[in-house]
């Protein structure tokens, strides 16, 4: 889902959906599914779904990717637990897409290509004159996510072998493309996801105030703009972000019921309004909770808090390394979404990668183990782990 089509929509959005769907009713007719399970199932589908019904009620286009990608996240969770297939294709692809920005930024950068870094009319980012990385992934941030994602699977797959030394090639093609990609968040995030990962290993203890914190981090950005940023400059650290966060703010108090609906901060939402000029157009409510709020008001939030309900389980009741993955990931994204929406459909297709991995991993009760190909001979593979699932 690479190619801006799928954001028309196109076709190819149509077609996801109808193979994720002859999916879902292959599995459940084919073996039981857990009743843990279909609630999460439930839960994701709900939260997917809810810009669906938010557009009929307000009579705007039906938004097919978010059904889309409804039916790929059923399918995920109460496909096989056991199987680590959706993982290993996870890691595969975050490493594609990782490592064709990075070529992609090398040429740009030698003047053979062209198209590699973020620029928007004569805004460019950069950093000591080093323009960010977009990539294919056509914006920084969301190159960002998706390469520090598939780190964390990757150093979990490695925890429990001996991978050869030129293994080690691969993270660090991660880390080099996640910093050039200059986005604050995704380092940050990825940076602290990293420091759970072991921490939560070594001191199993903590993972309750360490899912709790990552709870939190969703809502401590906007409260501490109305709180400490009233005698306090913050923009330079939040980088216009209030503007999205008023904005969003605006549209749920004008519908609490069911927000604006999924039109909010597009491009059309921004054309109809007139008055003075905004600083900038964001596509986006740069929040989790505030788009959730936006675009589908509380009941969108109630979706909101059930699909993050459902991730929580795993992260508790899993153990080892599988359990310390899912609490990463809790971190990473947890940190994010007080600044971006992770889970949200932007109008990067890109970010498409970032939540279906998500679900991906948090769906599998099995990670998968490293080929011998990679493993040092003799060493013994990262072996299976078998786990509470949800």
């Not at 929509?9 to 959906?17: H, M, T």
């Not at 294709?89 to 003047?111: I, K, P, R």
């Not at 198209?115 to 990539?135: D, N, T």
């Not at 059309?268 to 596509?283: H, K, N, R, S, Y």
Request: glycine share 8%; charged share 10%.
């Amino acid at each position: 889902m690479m190619i801006p089509a799928v954001r028309t929509p196109g076709p190819l959005d149509v077609a996801v959906l109808v193979v994720a769907a002859v999916s879902v009713v292959i599995v459940a007719a084919t073996g039981p599914v857990s009743r843990l399970r279909w609630a999460a199932a439930a839960a994701a589908a709900a939260f997917w779904l809810t810009p669906v019904v938010s557009a009929m009620l307000h009579g705007q286009e039906l938004p097919v990717t978010t059904a889309a990608m409804a039916a790929v996240a059923v399918a995920l969770i109460i496909g096989p637990p056991r199987s680590g297939a959706a993982v290993r294709v996870a890691v595969v692809v975050g490493l594609l897409v990782v490592v064709v920005s990075l070529g992609f930024g090398l040429l740009s950068a030698t003047g053979i290509a062209d198209g590699a870094f973020h620029s928007w009319g004569s805004y460019q980012r950069s950093v000591l004159g080093i323009p960010a990385l977009k990539g294919i992934a056509l914006h920084p941030n969301t190159l960002g996510q998706i390469a520090g994602t598939t780190l964390l699977i990757l150093l979990t797959v490695a925890t429990n072998a001996r991978p050869r030394w030129w293994f080690w090639i691969l993270p660090t093609l991660i880390v080099v493309t996640l910093l050039w990609t200059e986005s604050r968040s995704s380092i940050g995030a990825t940076l602290a996801a990293v420091v759970a990962l072991y921490g939560v290993r070594r001191w199993p203890r903590l993972r309750p105030w360490v899912v709790a914190g990552a709870g939190m981090a969703v809502i401590v950005p906007p409260l501490v703009l109305a709180t400490v940023g009233q005698v306090v400059d913050l923009s330079g650290l939040i980088t216009g972000r209030q503007w999205p966060w008023f904005v969003a703010e605006a549209l749920f108090v004008q519908s609490p019921l069911t927000g604006y609906g999924p039109d909010a901060f597009s491009a059309a939402f921004w054309d109809q309004q007139g008055g003075t000029p905004p600083p900038w157009e964001p596509l986006h409510a740069h929040n989790e909770v505030l788009e959730a709020a936006a675009q589908a008001g509380l009941i969108g939030l109630l979706t909101l808090v059930a699909v993050i309900a459902a991730a929580l389980v795993p992260s508790f009741k899993r153990s080892g390394r599988a359990g310390a993955l899912v609490t990463a990931l809790v971190v990473m994204f947890g940190l994010l979404a007080g600044f971006e929406v992770v889970l949200g459909l932007t109008y990067f297709p890109a970010s498409y990668l970032v939540p279906t991995i998500l679900v991906a991993v948090l769906s599998c009760s099995t990670l998968p183990r490293l080929p011998r190909v990679l493993c040092d001979s003799g060493a013994p593979a990262a072996g299976r782990q078998s786990t509470v699932i949800v």
